[in-house]
């Protein structure tokens, strides 16, 4: 029996599980969106909020947070480019220079960086603020910004970075002027990152840097790329790497894209050949790389759920539904596919609920704990479950292979609807969720062992 409480009568809300899973399954989505429904929020996909140990949850928002959900509504609708907006809501190709653009007019307003403190340029938002951007963002097919910056090597910077480092690298992540790509993988180290062979030797006040780096994703895009390196072999192999960040138009450094099954040009080897590094371009102490690179990967992986665009997703799919035929009636009338489509709706709401929690304690002083993981491994599931469904519903429209269909103004009729073109591409793209950030094993070795404690 799981137990809520209405907000408004003080009435419990009793979900019993002693029913089939299907019939407790729609129940529950019945209640919970009458929950929502009772707290007059702008509509029954938004949640939540503030929870006081002890209480129920509060899931209205307060006025403050409903003016400034108008305020990004208002934002958006006005300076999001229309070709932009075009493209993410049919799954066209998004170029370097709509992601620059895009980051360009946040950046403007102040908006780029939600998640850095204000002494950086950050907005410092408290995690209603934070759900409140990512979901609209999501909602009107906004591009994602690149993590490697805002997300990822940034926090690094302002956290364990000199002073030089902030001032130099911190402003041009801050205005999207400067790219950044991500050096960890090698082709023998991936899991097993602490393998890594790539090595940075000491030559006066540079380090001279050989090896190989693979996966890169947009590192063709990239200006800067933050890499691991061993600077010692002494020891545990944790203790011998550290965390460079280089210019990735220093000579020695070669680009090779490695193309993906959807035809798609993302990820890259980056080969580095006596490259010159200088030495004030380490992040903290030489060998102690790995505790940087854990602190990044916690940050990458909390990221990596994309609740909002999974519920941009599911809208969707449930539109093409309605509007897709099966045995004489729209697809979302069939009894079993309903079911698929409420199982993973379930799954979503459960993992929203679970990221708020999540973005709860770490606004109250806790770091990216291990349960960042199950944030991942949920996440990453529910995106593949959704391409998924969304291939089974446009059943043969889905599967015919156009590249030039996924170009914005590529002006031939698509075979079957619009949305038909991006669904395979989309559906083949998604499956690196599960392999990308960390593999969804090596996630739940991390929750087996840090969380379970097994
Ligand atoms: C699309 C894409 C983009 C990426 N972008 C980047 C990037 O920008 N920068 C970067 O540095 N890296 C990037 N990666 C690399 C990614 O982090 C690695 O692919 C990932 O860590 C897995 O490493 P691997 O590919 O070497 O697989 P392996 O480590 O060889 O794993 C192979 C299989 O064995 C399983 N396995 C391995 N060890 C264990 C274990 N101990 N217990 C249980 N199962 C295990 C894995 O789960 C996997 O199924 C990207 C990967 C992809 C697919």
Same mark, same amino acid.
């Given at each position: 029996m799981a137990d809520i409480r209405d907000l408004q009568t003080g009435k419990r809300c009793i979900i019993s599980h002693d029913f089939s899973p299907f019939t407790a399954a729609l129940d529950f989505s019945r209640r919970i969106n009458m929950l929502y429904a009772s707290t007059g929020l702008e509509s029954n996909q938004e949640p939540l909020f503030r929870r006081i140990k002890g209480t129920p949850m509060d899931l209205k928002f307060s006025a403050e947070h409903t003016a400034f959900q108008s305020e990004v509504r208002t934002f958006i609708e006005g300076n999001l480019p229309l070709d932009i907006q075009e493209k993410g809501r049919r799954g066209l190709k998004i170029e370097k220079e709509d992601v620059r653009r895009w980051h360009e007019i946040l950046f403007e307003k102040g908006w780029a960086a939600s998640n850095w403190p204000k002494e950086h340029g950050g907005c410092e938002w408290d995690t209603v603020r934070r759900y409140i951007f990512g979901e609209k963002l999501a909602r009107y097919h906004a591009p994602a910004l690149s993590p490697f910056g805002l997300t990822m090597v940034g926090p690094v910077i +302002?956290?364990? #970075?000199?002073?030089?480092q902030r001032k130099r690298y911190l402003p041009k992540i801050l205005s999207g002027e400067e790219f950044w790509c991500q050096g960890y993988s090698e082709p023998g180290a991936g899991s097993d990152l602490a393998s890594l062979q790539t090595r940075?030797?000491?030559?006066g006040d540079h380090y001279i840097?050989?090896?190989?780096k693979t996966w890169t994703t947009y590192a063709q895009w990239a200006d800067q790329i933050f890499c691991l390196v061993r600077t010692s072999s002494e020891g545990k192999r944790q203790e011998g790497i550290s965390f460079l960040l280089i210019d990735m138009n220093t000579p020695g450094i070669e680009v090779q894209p490695i193309i993906t099954i959807d035809g798609g040009r993302e990820i890259n080897s980056t080969f580095l050949s006596d490259v010159r590094v200088p030495l004030e371009n380490r992040i903290g102490e030489e060998n102690k790389g790995w505790t940087y690179a854990k602190f990044l990967l916690g940050n990458e992986r909390s990221s990596i759920a994309r609740v909002g665009y999974s519920k941009a997703r599911l809208r969707r799919l449930k539109q093409i539904a309605s =509007? =897709?035929?099966?045995? #004489?009636?729209p697809m979302i009338e069939d009894t079993g596919f309903r079911r698929s489509i409420a199982d993973v709706e379930i799954k979503l709401k459960t993992l929203e609920f679970t990221e708020l929690r999540y973005l709860m304690s =770490?606004?109250?002083?806790?770091?990216?704990?291990?349960?960042?993981s199950l944030l991942k491994i949920r996440g990453t599931e529910i995106q593949q479950d959704l391409t998924e469904l969304s291939m089974q519903v446009m059943g043969m429209y889905a599967h015919p292979y156009v590249p030039e269909s996924m170009e914005y103004g590529w002006n031939e009729d698509p075979i079957g609807p619009e949305i038909a073109p991006s669904?395979?591409?989309?559906y083949f793209n998604v499956r690196?969720?599960?392999? +990308?950030g960390g593999t969804n094993e090596i996630q739940k070795n991390i929750m087996a062992k840090m969380v379970l404690g097994l």
């Open positions: +302002y956290t364990f #970075g000199t002073d030089a940075a030797v000491t030559d840097v050989n090896g190989q =509007e =897709e035929q099966s045995g #004489g009636r =770490e606004t109250q002083g806790d770091g990216p704990g291990a349960e960042v669904l395979s591409p989309s690196k969720t599960s392999i +990308y």
